[in-house]
């Protein structure tokens, strides 16, 4: 089915997608929440270390990959219990994999912070 919308009224219309799927995860996703809370602590620590350029964009890239991946994986989960709420070992490989997901980019994060930061504490 064609989109109704074209040009800029599409651009626009997606922004209002984007914003309902934000507002969706966020009310019905408490570790998304969390993930959340988590990104702004350290992003606002990011104001108080001497770190510009590339090596700030790779600490700021690394939370939002975080966000990323929490987003995926909770958009896995909603289409697994959409097909069925039955238990079934593909479903759970499914949601198992979006897991890992959150963690690789939680170990991601904890790696490129303690690559860069570790010459200001050593």
């Excluded at 599409?10 to 988590?38: M, P, V």
Aim: aromatic share 16%; net charge positive; proline share 3%.
């Amino acid at each position: 089915m064609k989109s109704p919308y074209t040009g800029v009224k599409r651009i626009l219309k997606a922004f209002t997608y984007s914003y309902d799927g934000f507002c969706a995860t966020f009310r019905s996703e408490a570790a998304f929440r969390q993930d959340l809370l988590f990104c702004a602590v350290f992003g606002l620590s990011l104001f108080f270390l001497p770190i510009r350029g590339a090596a700030l964009a790779m600490l700021i890239f690394s939370l939002i990959f975080i966000l990323f991946a929490e987003l995926v994986n909770t958009a896995i989960e909603a289409l697994v219990d959409r097909i069925s709420p039955e238990w079934h070992e593909l479903s759970k490989k499914a949601k198992d994999i979006g897991s890992l997901l959150v963690l690789i980019s939680f170990i991601n994060m904890f790696v490129v912070w303690a690559c860069i930061l570790a010459p200001y504490f050593i």
